[in-house]
C-alpha cells in the first residue's frame, strides 16, 4: 500500500480554491468583452487584468490556510467539522459568485452572494484564529479583497439595475 507524499495534502489544500476560479473563469472571459464592458463602473475599479492575479494569489493563501487547519486539528475529523466546513461554505459561495453575476447578469443576486461570501469568510477566520494563527492571517487580504468587491458590486448594480 502506497502511502500519500507529506508534501501531497498541503499542494492540494492550496490548490483546490484554484479548482472554481478556473472553471469561472471560462464564464468571464466570454462575458468580459461582451456584457461586462458594456456596463456603467466606477472610476476606482480595477482594471481587468489585475483580478486573475488578485485571485490567484487570494486563492493559494485561503487554500494553504485551510491546509494549516487541516493539519492542526489531525486531519479531518469531529474537531474540523465546524472550521473546516465553514471553508467549505465560503468556497461554495465564492465559486457560485461568478456564474450568478457573469453568466447569469444576476448583479443584485451577485452582491447577495457575496454578502454571504464575506460572512462565512469572517466566520472562517474567526474560526481558525484559535487553531492557527497563521491560517486566520493568510485570510485577511482575501476579507479586504472581498469588501472593495461588495462595494465594486454594489456600484455596478446599482449604477446599471437598468440594463439586462
Known amino acids: 500500500m502506497e502511502v500519500v507524499p507529506a508534501w501531497a495534502p498541503a499542494v492540494g489544500f492550496t490548490l483546490l480554491p484554484h479548482a472554481g476560479g478556473f472553471l469561472g473563469s471560462n464564464i468571464t472571459k466570454r462575458e468580459i468583452p461582451a456584457w461586462y464592458a458594456t ?5 476606482w475599479c480595477p482594471p481587468n487584468w489585475v483580478f486573475a492575479p488578485v485571485w490567484g494569489t487570494l486563492y493559494t493563501s485561503m487554500g494553504y490556510g485551510s491546509y494549516l487547519v487541516w ?18 461554505g465560503n468556497l461554495a ?20 452572494t457575496l454578502l454571504l461570501t464575506t460572512g462565512t469568510a469572517t466566520a472562517t477566520t474567526a474560526s481558525w484564529y484559535n487553531i492557527n494563527k497563521t491560517a486566520a492571517y493568510l485570510m ?11 462595494a465594486l458590486n454594489y456600484r455596478i448594480w446599482k449604477d446599471n ?3 439586462k
Open 39 to 43: 456596463l456603467q463602473k466606477p472610476s
Open 71 to 88: 493539519k492542526e486539528l489531525g486531519g479531518f475529523n469531529k474537531k474540523s467539522v465546524v472550521p473546516l466546513g465553514l471553508y467549505a
Open 93 to 112: 459561495l465564492n465559486w457560485a459568485w461568478t456564474p450568478i453575476f457573469f453568466g447569469a447578469h444576476k448583479m443584485g443576486w451577485g452582491l447577495v
Open 140 to 150: 485577511i487580504p482575501y476579507l479586504a479583497w472581498l469588501s472593495l468587491a461588495s
Open 161 to 163: 439595475h437598468n440594463k
